[in-house]
């Protein structure tokens, strides 16, 4: 986990998957104010400390080396690991057969419970260097620098649950402004279809449906493939007037 000024939410978390792994590592933003720390802490984690350099990859990365299990889960204090997760992660884990795995998630808003189900990217993956995340923000994992080439969904039921997009959580934490600039940053440096496809759908979140329909037009152009699960919505934005 990568965390800053966690303490509401964090507890769930570590309680949701402490019963299932081996090891906790918790990398702790330096600009961290509160009780972040103390609380992995109490909860068994290895925690260290990192300076923040506009790239969740960075920060990641980071922690993933840290890891000595065989497999990486990857979660943020926004989520928890469901009942069904918890039965199935171990199943799959009993006899893997893919390099990375998926899962289902119930986006949670504050107001109205869960909104819709969604997938999240690949969350349980082989620990080794050659699995390393790319990306500013929105950061994928890659093998040898490349897309993992063998993942799986992991289903039918929801294995995890999310409440980081509920617009009260979205707007305290400067989601917007943040994800936003690091994506422009990214594509500054990478041009890649993929980060276009995140700022067409950034901006169609943000209501600018102009800008989101550039952004998707830049996807559909760029050389790299669109990731599938990214061209229906980017194909929609795209026919945007």
């Given at each position: 986990?990568?965390?800053?000024?966690?303490?509401?939410?964090?507890?769930?978390?570590?309680?949701?998957?402490?019963?299932?792994?081996?090891?906790?590592?918790?990398?702790?933003?330096?600009?961290?104010?509160?009780?972040?720390?103390?609380?992995?802490?109490?909860?068994?984690?290895?925690?260290?400390?990192?300076?923040?350099?506009?790239?969740?990859?960075?920060?990641?990365?980071?922690?993933?080396?840290?890891?000595?299990?065989?497999?990486?889960?990857?979660?943020?204090?926004?989520?928890?690991?469901?009942?069904?997760?918890?039965?199935?992660?171990?199943?799959?884990?009993?006899?893997?057969?893919?390099?990375?795995?998926?899962?289902?998630i119930d986006e949670v808003m504050s107001s109205a419970g869960v909104m819709q189900t969604g997938v999240t990217s690949v969350?349980?993956?082989?620990?080794?260097?050659?699995?390393?995340?790319?990306?500013?923000?929105?950061?994928?994992?890659?093998?040898?620098?490349?897309?993992?080439?063998?993942?799986?969904?992991?289903?039918?039921?929801?294995?995890?649950?999310?409440?980081?997009?509920?617009?009260?959580?979205?707007?305290?934490?400067?989601?917007?402004?943040?994800?936003?600039?690091?994506?422009?940053?990214?594509?500054?440096?990478?041009?890649?279809?993929?980060?276009?496809?995140?700022?067409?759908?950034?901006?169609?979140?943000?209501?600018?449906?102009?800008?989101?329909?550039?952004?998707?037009?830049?996807?559909?152009?760029?050389?790299?493939?669109?990731?599938?699960?990214?061209?229906?919505?980017?194909?929609?934005?795209?026919?945007?007037?």
């Open positions: 986990m990568i965390l800053r000024d966690e303490e509401e939410l964090l507890p769930r978390a570590l309680e949701s998957v402490a019963p299932l792994v081996s090891q906790m590592v918790c990398g702790i933003d330096s600009r961290t104010t509160d009780s972040t720390r103390a609380i992995a802490s109490r909860f068994g984690a290895e925690v260290f400390d990192f300076e923040w350099v506009d790239s969740f990859s960075a920060a990641r990365n980071l922690t993933i080396e840290r890891a000595t299990g065989d497999w990486v889960l990857v979660i943020d204090a926004d989520d928890v690991l469901l009942p069904f997760g918890q039965r199935v992660i171990p199943r799959v884990l009993g006899a893997p057969a893919h390099n990375g795995y998926m899962f289902s969350r349980l993956f082989p620990c080794s260097p050659r699995y390393r995340y790319v990306g500013r923000v929105h950061e994928q994992v890659t093998c040898d620098g490349r897309p993992i080439a063998v993942v799986a969904q992991v289903g039918p039921g929801s294995a995890m649950q999310h409440c980081g997009n509920d617009p009260l959580v979205y707007a305290k934490r400067g989601k917007r402004e943040l994800h936003t600039r690091l994506l422009l940053l990214d594509w500054q440096e990478r041009h890649s279809s993929y980060t276009a496809g995140q700022l067409a759908l950034q901006y169609a979140h943000d209501g600018k449906w102009t800008e989101a329909s550039r952004w998707a037009r830049t996807a559909t152009s760029a050389s790299e493939p669109l990731a599938e699960w990214m061209r229906g919505p980017i194909g929609q934005l795209a026919a945007v007037a």
